[in-house]
Nanobody, 119 residues
Framework: QVQVVESGGGLVQAGGSLRLSCAASGSIFSINTMGWYRQAPGKQRELVTT???????NSAASVKGRFTISRDNAKNTVLLQMNSLKPEDTAVYYC?????????????WGQGTQVTVSS
């Protein structure tokens, strides 16, 4: 079983910064991709940014140049530094982990953390 726990988030004014962190734990054999998705009210969950164990990053165009993802493979943790935040970044942010803990690769999700950007 894999547990994914996020921390960080909160309320910030437009132009401000926040940092999210996420840790995966449990009977993990290997993790491939870690990252972040978000879901705003009334909208579908969407990709924010992900990073593979080899360091390849995939980011939404809307966050490029503002959000930075980093990862510690030894600790199974991933960080999201969010700068120059905009009101449209307001959403619940979910940590995503693609890992193998048994016989097959599976997707695991955190419980979500609220990010609110006021104008």
């Amino acid at each position: 079983q894999v547990q994914v726990v996020e921390s960080g988030g909160g309320l910030v004014q437009a132009g401000g910064s926040l940092r999210l962190s996420c840790a995966a734990s449990g009977s993990i054999f290997s993790i491939n991709t870690m990252g972040w998705y978000r879901q705003a009210p009334g909208k579908q969950r969407e990709l924010v940014t992900t990073i593979t164990s080899g360091g390849l990053i995939n980011s939404a165009a809307s966050v490029k140049g503002r959000f930075t993802i980093s990862r510690d493979n030894a600790k199974n943790t991933v960080l999201l530094q969010m700068n120059s935040l905009k009101p449209e970044d307001t959403a619940v942010y979910y940590c995503y982990v693609h890992a193998i803990a048994g016989l097959k690769w599976e997707d695991y999700w955190g419980q979500g953390t609220q990010v609110t950007v006021s104008s």
